[in-house]
Each structure stands twice: as C-alpha cells, then as structure tokens.
C-alpha cells in the first residue's frame, strides 16, 4: 500500500525516529563520501507552482545521491497548466514516475493529486503545511540537543505552514513549543486543536521577549511569504517589535540556537548581525534539508 508525506501526522512517533537516524546515517556516508544508491532506477517528479531554491535543489541532488532520477516539472509546461485537472496528472505521472513531489500554493491541491495518485506523494510546501522543512529543522535540533523531549523552541513571527508543522512536530518528539505572533497571524484553531489532541506542549505568547524567555532554540520566518505580497505594507506594521535582534536572542539560554528556513529578509524579520552570528545554524538548517528528505524518499520507495 503506498504512503504519501502530506503532513508530519502521516508519520508516527516512531517512523519520524527512524526517518532522523536514517538522515543521520545517511549524511555520515555522504561525508565519507561512500555510496549509498538505494533507489536505482527509480524517479522522482517534481511539480513547482512556486519558486524553489532548496526545495528543488535538494530533492534534485538527494536522487542523484541515491542513483535515482528527478523531473523537474513547471506547471507552465504542463497540460495541467491549461487546465487539465490534477486528477488527471495524478493519474498519468504515477504511471511514468516513483513518486511524485508537489510545492503548491493550496494543500488541497496536494491532497487531491494523493488522493488519485497511485505512487507516494510528497508536500514540498503548501499554504499548510512544510513537513520536509520541519524534518531538517528536527535533524538540526537533535545535532546540537542530541534528543528533542524537553526542548524549548521559540517559534516568533507567522503563525504560518512552519509553523503549523512544528506544532504537528511536537505531537510527536516532545518539543516545548513557545509561540508569539502578532494578533491575527496566529497559526490556525484547527491546526492549534489537531496537534494538541496528538500531544503537542504548546504556549502562546504575548511577545516575542516572552517566548525567547530561557529558550534553547529561536525561531523565525519570513513575515510576507510568497502570495501574500498585496498584504506586504500590512504586515510589516503589524510584525513590529518581532524582529530577531541581539535583544532578543540574549533572553535565551546561553548555548541557545537561532533557526530560519530562508530565504531571509535582513532587517526585517531577522537581523544581519544574528544571522551571520556564532549561534545562527540558518546553514545547518538548509544542508539537512538534502540528509532529511533522501531518508524520507528511502522510507517511501526503497
């Protein structure tokens, strides 16, 4: 029976274990420089209705690392792109292709395209959710806390698909997660609900000095993400006073990390000297979205 990677809650507790010590074991051997073609012969296609740098790069490069193969697929290009329906695509793809990759502007497109689709099916990004950003951000975290339970990790600005997909993250690691957003950036109720009745520890906060309090990992985002650039002069009003500063990061325990997904907005969401400091690990973050997502393609095809 095929599995699709939709959200982190398509996993359990103890797939998304075996996912990180496989990214884990599988960044040692590309280190070493030692083969690891696990998924000869087989084929990934990619579908990009948003603009990509490590989304596509990664995936890209983890199927040539594992002897695969991956299609990148603008849906200018496609007959999808003038109207055909995803079903149809779905269909069609899954008898040319392994599995299918898909970074859209709504998840009921992704979940429409799973749901007729006959190989596995993987949320790239959507307006939802970023499951394959949030298993890097894991790898990133147990690299420098060696066990997730317990720590405190600062989620300030957008309450958005990151977002969203660390408080699914939680449900199953243990994460102590502190949110501050601005009034009505909040990430959804339902999200919020769904993640909780799976066990997720949560706490909103009022400000971002608040959530930094004692943290061991500080988080952000870009405040104005693609599609929402009409909201651009709103939002920067409201993201006021949530900037990643020396300020803010200094309210955090001493060893504490600095996480972003980027791309980044200097000066906006986050500051130059605290990305570019000793506790940023920004680039950590980007390079385990390579480890993170071949485990992941190993878990689903091998």
């Not at 083969?35 to 990509?52: V, W």
């Not at 959507?126 to 394959?132: M, R």
Request: net charge negative; aromatic share 6%; glycine share 6%.
């Amino acid at each position: 029976m095929k599995k699709d990677f939709l959200t982190l809650l398509d996993v359990d507790a103890g797939e998304l274990e075996a996912l990180l010590a496989e990214a884990e074991r599988l960044k040692a051997l590309r280190r070493e420089g030692r083969s690891h073609a696990l998924l000869q012969g087989k084929s990934l296609g990619m579908i990009f209705e948003k603009a990509s740098t490590r989304t596509r790069v990664s995936f890209e490069a983890g199927m040539h690392d594992l002897g695969g193969h991956a299609l990148f697929l603008n849906p200018t290009d496609l007959q999808i792109g003038r109207g055909e329906l995803a079903r149809d695509t779905a269909r069609v793809l899954s008898r040319y292709v392994s599995a299918v990759m898909i970074r859209a502007y709504k998840h009921t497109t992704i979940e429409e395209f799973a749901r007729y689709a006959s190989v596995p099916v993987i949320n790239g990004l959507s307006d939802i959710a970023h499951p394959c950003q949030v298993l890097a951000d894991l790898m990133t975290l147990r690299e420098h806390f060696s066990s997730l339970k317990d720590v405190r990790l600062a989620w300030i600005g957008d309450g958005n698909n990151v977002c969203n997909s660390l408080l699914m993250a939680s449900a199953h690691t243990g994460l102590d997660l502190r949110v501050a957003c601005p009034p009505g950036y909040q990430p959804p109720q339902w999200i919020v609900e769904e993640a909780l009745s799976h066990g997720a520890r949560l706490t909103f906060c009022k400000t971002a000095e608040e959530a930094a309090e004692g943290a061991h990992a500080i988080y952000t985002d870009v405040w104005v993400s693609m599609g929402n650039e009409a909201e651009r002069e709103a939002r920067l009003r409201a993201f006021q006073g949530y900037t990643i500063a020396a300020d803010i990061v200094n309210r955090a325990e001493p060893d504490a990390i600095v996480m972003h997904c980027l791309p980044a907005h200097r000066g906006e969401e986050i500051t130059d000297e605290v990305i570019e400091g000793p506790q940023s690990v920004v680039w950590d973050q980007a390079e385990n979205r390579l480890h993170a997502q071949k485990a992941l393609l190993v878990q689903l095809l091998h």
